[in-house]
């Protein structure tokens, strides 16, 4: 299993999933008080959306950040539609864990979003994150836009040399056009808030991100 683990599981032999969303979401942020699911973006804001190991820490690093308006979790960048946890976590849908953040990109940049994403975790360890091992665990940068792009390549070019002087190996983070994103269930959502002493995975480097 460990080997399977941290080998991406081929479309062909991925979980089939579900053609809809089994889980009923709460209608409001915990702690934004902004919509939790946020299909429709109002006007003026912008979507990122980020993997960077087990989704309950990243979370709150993003929504405490001055201009973030809304955040939720779930499952991005694999094949099975609407997967469950623990479906996720077996390594058969080809997901990793990621972090929506619906932003105000006149309060912050998507570029300080990206800085911040880096500074967070560890982007040179491949499938984990720390203790926890495999490939749902994968840094990831899902940009939305052109310029998104062009941004999160920026930063992750200048900061891979800075790694690499410190001892770390190559950023191994993927970079792609943005794919479905997948609500994780309720009780995933601001868990962090909801449970104040539970589980935080953050292998940072403690290397900042040159601006």
């Known amino acids: 299993m460990f080997f399977k683990k941290t080998e991406m599981v081929a479309p062909d032999r991925a979980l089939p999933g579900r053609p809809a969303s089994p889980f009923a979401l709460a209608d409001r942020h915990k702690v934004l008080d902004a919509p939790l699911v946020t299909d429709d973006v109002p006007e003026g804001l912008e979507v990122a959306l980020f993997g960077l190991g087990c989704f309950w ?68 360890q491949g499938y984990r994150q720390g203790n926890d091992i495999g490939t749902q665990y994968r840094s990831a940068i899902y940009f939305t836009t052109p310029e998104q792009e062009e941004v999160a390549r920026s930063v992750t070019e200048a900061y891979g040399p800075v790694l690499e002087r410190a001892g770390y190996g190559a950023i191994t983070t993927e970079i792609k056009p943005e794919p479905t994103y997948f609500y994780a269930e309720d009780h995933h959502q601001q868990y962090l808030f909801k449970n104040p002493n539970g589980y935080r995975c953050h292998s940072a480097t403690g290397i900042k991100v040159p601006s």
Request: net charge negative; hydrophobic share 35%.
């Open 57 to 124: 820490g990243a979370e709150e690093i993003f929504w405490r950040i001055p201009g973030v308006w809304s955040t939720s979790v779930g499952y991005a960048g694999g094949t099975t539609p609407h997967p469950s946890y623990d479906e996720v976590c077996s390594g058969l849908t080809g997901h990793t864990e990621a972090v929506r953040v619906v932003f105000d990109p006149d309060v912050v940049s998507y570029a300080d979003l990206v800085r911040a994403f880096y500074e967070v975790h560890d982007p040179t």
